[in-house]
């Protein structure tokens, strides 16, 4: 079934420019997906939110896609290595993303392979599956934004009908975060509860009394997992091993996490933080 394509309010430049991407990408034969805003609209009527387009691609697209992307006259960069990639037109612009920024969400074969098709601005394309939505945004918990009311709305929607095994999985050893937002969910929406499966919580439930029985003997801290900032401090002056850390069960190389502090921090010059 065909999701049902919200109506873009965009100016006809916004509209040729966003055309033009995904027609290059169709014809390159690149798989990409929607996601961000636009899909998150599609998914529960919440609109109002679409200023850009968020498109997945595998990592082994990036450069193709950038490469053809400068070929039509577009601005294209690596944003960040590991895992987003961006294409300007003047004001406007386009997201390529293939990771999340704390390494955890890569875009793999099954994000294609349980993807929603849909119409947009008369093409077909697909968009990102929900259960990889809510995945990638329970995990952003920054100062200036934070998705947890788009998990819980995604929830509240699609529950009754998600995949919560394959979405379990997802999440790994990072199960207690889907298990906080599953909390936070029955306290935001305490006469929906049946969207979430009870054995869904009750395997939850089930692993934290060992997990919190579990003795840790380095000092992680896994906030930096959740907010690239709000947890630097315990980093820098508290001296915890950064949990995105490869050497601490993370993503990430020490070098990755150095690139995206300092662009945190240039980010934040900018915004004059």
């Not at 490469?67 to 406007?92: C, L, Q, T």
């Not at 999340?100 to 077909?124: K, M, T, Y």
């Not at 306290?187 to 934290?208: F, G, K, M, N, Q």
């Amino acid at each position: 079934m065909v999701a049902q394509a919200p109506a873009l309010d965009l100016s006809p430049d916004t509209a040729a420019f966003y055309g033009d991407v995904m027609e290059a990408l169709l014809a390159a034969k690149i798989e990409f997906l929607l996601g961000g805003a636009y899909a998150f609209e599609v998914y529960t009527d919440i609109g109002g939110r679409t200023k850009d387009l968020d498109m997945f691609i595998r990592e082994r697209d990036v450069r193709r896609t950038l490469s053809g992307m400068r070929r039509r006259g577009y601005e294209a960069e690596v944003h960040s290595p590991h895992w987003i990639g961006k294409v300007h037109d003047g004001e406007h612009y386009v997201d390529f993303i293939y990771n999340s920024g704390n390494g955890i969400c890569p875009v793999d074969d099954g994000w294609f392979e349980h993807a929603r098709p849909s119409e947009v601005l008369g093409l077909q394309v697909q968009l990102a599956p929900i259960e990889e939505m809510i995945w990638q945004k329970s995990f952003i918990q920054e100062r200036e934004r934070y998705d947890g009311a788009d998990v819980a709305h995604l929830i509240r929607v699609h529950g009754r009908t998600l995949d919560w095994d394959r979405l379990i999985a997802r999440f790994d050893r990072h199960w207690p975060v889907l298990l906080a937002h599953l909390v936070l969910y029955d306290y935001i929406y305490p006469s929906e509860r049946d969207r979430i499966p009870a054995s869904v919580l009750s395997d939850l439930t089930d692993r934290l009394a060992p997990h919190l029985r579990q003795s840790i003997e380095q000092r992680i801290c896994n906030g930096t997992v959740l907010s690239r900032q709000q947890y630097l401090p315990d980093i820098e002056l508290l001296g915890f091993m950064d949990g995105r850390l490869l050497s601490a069960g993370g993503q990430l190389t020490e070098e990755q996490v150095a690139f995206e502090t300092k662009r945190l921090r240039k980010e934040q010059a900018g915004r004059g933080h």
